[in-house]
Each structure stands twice: as C-alpha cells, then as structure tokens.
C-alpha cells in the first residue's frame, strides 16, 4: 500500500518558490554508496590545495627576508654570501616539494581510473550486485553512464582546481628557480592536458571494469593502461608540433634560445649530413682541423620555443579525448554483449 500512496506535498514550502533539488536515482545511490571515499578524497585535495598556499606564502617570506639584508644573489661582498645561501636553500627545498606535488597530479588520473575499475564497477559483477542495480534501480546504459559521469565531474573540478594553485604557486618561486614549462611535473600537471588525462583514465578504468570483472585484476589493468599511455605521450609531445631550427656557423656568437626545450642539436656538413655535436669534443682534437676533416659547416640546433607550450597542450589534449572516446565507446559495446 506505501508503494502506491502518493507523496506528501512539503508543508513549510512557499508558493512560488521552487523545492529543493534532491539527489535520485543511481546518482544519489553512487554518492552514498562510497561517500567515505569521497569524503577522504575531498580532505585530501584542500590539504594539498592548503600545502601550497603555505608554500608560496612561505617563499614570500623567504623572499622578504633575504631582500630585508640589502643583498642580492650577484651581490660579490663576504657578508652576503652567507644570506645568499640560506635564501636558495630555502627556495629550493620549496621547489622540491612542488615538483612532488606535481608528480602527484600526474599519477591522480590513473589512481582514480583504478577506482572506477574496481570498487565501482567490477566489485558490483564480483559480488553479483549488479543485477539488483539492474532491477530495482535503472538500466543499463544508466548504470554504466552514472557511473562515468559523477566521477568524471567530481575528478575533472579537483584535478582543474589543485593545477590552478598549483601554476600560481609555482610562478611564486619563479626566482632563483623558475619553473620549465616542458619538465614532466609542470606540463603534465598545467594546462587542459591534467583534466583530459582524468577523462581518458576514468574511460579506461570503466572498460577495463566490464571486460575483467574482477576488482584486483580490473585496478591493475587500468592503473597499467593509464600509466602507459602517460610514459607513451610523453615520450611522444615533442613530435606533436613542428620544431623551430636554427642553423649557425660554429664561430659565431649564437645566443641559445630563452626557455627552449631543445630536441635535437648537432653538426651539418656543406652537403647537409647531419654529424653529432660531441663528433670533435674531445680536448686533444684541433677543433677547426676536425672540422676540416669531415666538411662541417655550421651548428643546428632544433627546439620548442615557450610560445609551443598551449600548442602541445591542446594537441595532447585531443589525443586523450580521443582515447576517451574510444574506451567509452567500447564500454558501452562491452556493456551491450554482457546485458544482451
């Protein structure tokens, strides 16, 4: 009789007002179902966004402190060298920290891809709770959709607010150490790549779930797919955008390019064979004579200036949608066979 009694109307709302949304559905169930998990992960990324907060306001403070000794980092007197020092010790121990923090960002795709691997998807097929999801809850392909979504919102939100602070914490250091913005820890953790990465690792995750079934096997499964297709970009951003050249005579005063991430650098002959740079490096060498003997000409040198740095960001970023994509798609392919 309860399950055919209307629902009561509420009392105490105002007419004209509109009711407060409520969580229904599989949603809802997600949410509840692992709010511990999310809890913690909440707590964990305001600890990490306060970490940085205190470590830029602290190199502020390093910063004062050392300005408030009228010395400088060229400064050549006896008195200074002491307070020199201390300010890029300090400055560096803080660098250090958030080049692990950066790290940190970059492994917390993967992480969460395993989660939705495991304790989302393939522990409900272990336990056989999927077919009561199925039943009572909603079909199939919402299932699958909730338990994509939510995620992917919750992740996409985090990760986008801890790179954010993390960018402004970093450029706070910026002196003695500035930050390169092609090393691992700041591209990968910069830009529209960290929020691409999340969205390609929680579709891997969600495949690897529907295709194992198993929540040990499904978690490495993802972790290891993730991880590789992070090592293979990597490897592979240099080629994403076409490199600048620049070629000059071996005498010349060349001035090295600003923030360049330097891909390829050597010798050309006068019939344009590339030679290796170290090819007449060694001191017991005449280096003119050397030069002779195998027809070098000029220096090249090949890189990615600053300017290529939103370039590669957005290049990378399509790739790991794409590969989203095709993890989602392929899910839901899974899904369709498992379901029938």
């Not at 060298?81 to 692990?100: E, K, Q, S």
Request: one cysteine or more; a neutral charge; charged letters at 15%.
């Amino acid at each position: 009789m309860s399950t055919l009694t209307p629902a009561k109307p509420d009392a105490d709302r105002v007419p004209g007002v509109p009711a407060r949304a409520v969580l229904r559905g599989p949603t809802r169930v997600l949410l509840r179902l692992h709010r511990r998990v999310l809890w913690g992960a909440g707590a964990v990324s305001v600890a990490a966004i306060a970490g940085m907060v205190a470590v830029a306001l602290g190199a502020d403070r390093v910063v004062a402190d050392f300005a408030a000794t009228g010395c400088t980092l060229s400064s050549t007197a006896e008195s200074c060298f002491g307070h020199a020092r201390v300010y890029t010790d300090h400055m560096l121990a803080l660098d250090r920290l958030l080049g692990y923090v950066g790290l940190a960002l970059l492994a917390l795709p993967a992480v969460m891809g395993a989660f939705v691997a495991g304790p989302l998807i393939a522990r409900e097929w272990e336990s056989g709770s999927i077919k009561l999801s199925w039943t009572q809850s909603s079909r199939p392909s919402v299932w699958l959709v909730t338990r994509l979504a939510v995620p992917a919102a919750l992740l996409v939100c985090g990760i986008t607010a801890l790179s954010a602070v993390h960018v402004w914490a970093q450029d706070r250091i910026k002196d003695p150490f500035p930050a390169s913005w092609y090393d691992l820890s700041y591209f990968g953790a910069s830009g529209t790549v960290p929020a691409a990465a999340a969205l390609m690792a929680l579709a891997v995750g969600a495949l690897a779930g529907l295709v194992l079934r198993r929540t040990v096997p499904a978690m490495a499964a993802s972790l290891l797919v993730s991880g590789a297709v992070t090592a293979v970009l990597s490897t592979l951003r240099p080629t994403f955008w076409p490199v600048e050249r620049d070629v000059f005579t071996p005498n010349s005063r060349y001035v090295w390019p600003e923030q360049a991430d330097v891909t390829e650098q050597g010798l050309l002959t006068s019939g344009g064979d590339r030679l290796p740079p170290d090819l007449c490096s060694d001191p017991t060498f005449d280096l003119d004579a050397c030069f002779a003997e195998h027809g070098v000409t000029h220096r090249y040198l090949e890189y990615h200036p600053a300017s290529h740095y939103w370039p590669l960001q957005l290049v990378e970023t399509g790739v790991l949608l794409a590969l989203a994509a095709l993890a989602v798609y392929a899910a839901f392919r899974v899904l369709r066979r498992l379901h029938g």
